[in-house]
């Protein structure tokens, strides 16, 4: 793997060269400890090399530590998630961004205003590697599902200079928005990730206390049937999190584990039944779309009553969908929308961003 070497001093201006011999046990003097984030940190040395330390960054990762310095701030950027683009625009940074992975999958309306300064590498099996060496980046911005990204040998073997942002993994939702602050530090806006961040976090903890400790809080089932199984995430995972900040009660409590746990169609029957809210029904825009993908679920209460929501309002015509977008860069905005489809008459004038009530 490619060391990406330290970007600013911790006491006073340096550049590391190479590895600089340095490894992970050097990095002694905490630069950033993340409040919420789990799987990052930023350090340095006594002789001032700054280290980005990310740790497993990927589902399934156990004791997977990495190192990553920079000797100057990334200017030329490849990001091959469409959530550091959204975390890259908030910082004003967009104009670094000159490879993305799949293009038609972004929603950032800026970015596409970019025009060709902006190219699609391509994701998955169809990379283009060449594209990518003609770009001439200073890093790739990666991530991993299961395991470590395809393309990281790939990378190595061409001397491309690449980073792990492990957003995805975190189950916190102001964790996941709290990698914001590790792309500060690679492209030298440390203080004002920190100050969005602390923003996000501010306006998203006040929302929480609002609405954590109602009293009367709607039942709440999430997704759709895939493969003939209806997938349950943990109690504990990133949608359940939301839905209890936001006041609602998540109505599957059997999951408490670290991974999605499958249910049969007629477990899920029971649950939807005794639903108030029924939110994130897979691609459905409509109804009808919802009935096609669950036709069992038509004669229960809460699609009767048309409490029935998506958060696919703000979709591309490629197949992106926003949520995963900016909203993993806004969980205030989205617990906003949660909110207001949990408690409807509170939060006067609001109309959710990310949610769409189906018709």
Known sequence: MIA??????????????????????DYDNVVYQPRYAQGFSIKCTSDSSIAVMVNNPWQGADSISMLYRVAKPAERIVAMSS???????????????VGVSGLGFISSE????????????????????EKIVMLNPDLVLLYGINGPNMIEGKLDELGIPYIYIGDYVEESPLGKAEWVVAIGQLIGKRDEAIS????IARRYNELKGRFLASSDKPKVMINTPYNDSWWMPSSTNYMPRLIADAGGDYIYKANTGN?????????????????????????????ADVAAMAPRMTDTKVFTAGKVYNNNRRSTKGGGNDFYESGAMHPDIILKDLAKIFYPDSLEGYQPEYYQQLQ
């Not at 959530?83 to 961004?97: I, K, N, P, S």
Request: aromatic share 8%.
């Open 83 to 97: 959530t550091f683009v959204a975390m890259l625009e908030e910082l004003g940074a967009l104009d670094r961004v």
């Open 196 to 199: 969005a961040f602390d923003g």
């Open 4 to 25: 990406v070497l330290a970007l600013t001093a911790c006491g006073k201006k340096g550049v590391a060269t190479g590895n600089g011999g340095a490894t992970a046990s």
């Open 110 to 129: 800026a970015l596409h205003g970019m025009g060709e300064k902006v190219a699609d590498v391509g994701y998955d099996t169809n990379v283009d590697y």
């Open 259 to 287: 991974a999605s746990k499958a249910i049969d169609i007629e477990q899920a029957y029971m649950l939807v039944s005794e639903a108030d809210i029924w939110i994130n029904p897979g691609q459905a825009f409509t109804k």
